[in-house]
């Protein structure tokens, strides 16, 4: 019964986590604030993170900053910079990079590739 119980609130961590990134995804990722925000050892979390999600805390953040950030190149005439200023990049090379590195292509690939006619 023990372990149910520790999977159970390991997973409820998980989903406040997730939560918390969603909701704070345009600010600079934070390790202690989340870690305070939940009321958790920040080492653990990341441990508990990776081993249920497979993923980064940090990975996550970005991803989530990169699939909004999708959702602007495609629905909006933002420019890239403004884009990644308005995900929460503070520099439009590293937002680029990011972005890269997360989908596998440029911001610029994304807009074009994009029906936006």
Known sequence: MKNTENR????????????????????????????????????????LFKSRTGQTLLGYHNRVRCTKAQALLRDTELSISEVGEAVGFVSSAHFSHVFKRTTGMTPTECRCGSDRR
Do not use: C, M, P, T
Not at 19 to 47: P, T, V, W
């Open 8 to 47: 159970d609130s390991g997973d409820a961590l998980v989903k406040a986590a997730i939560d918390y990134i969603e909701s704070h995804s345009a600010e600079k990722f934070s390790l202690q604030a989340l870690s305070e925000a939940l009321f958790i050892n920040g080492s653990y979390l990341l441990r």
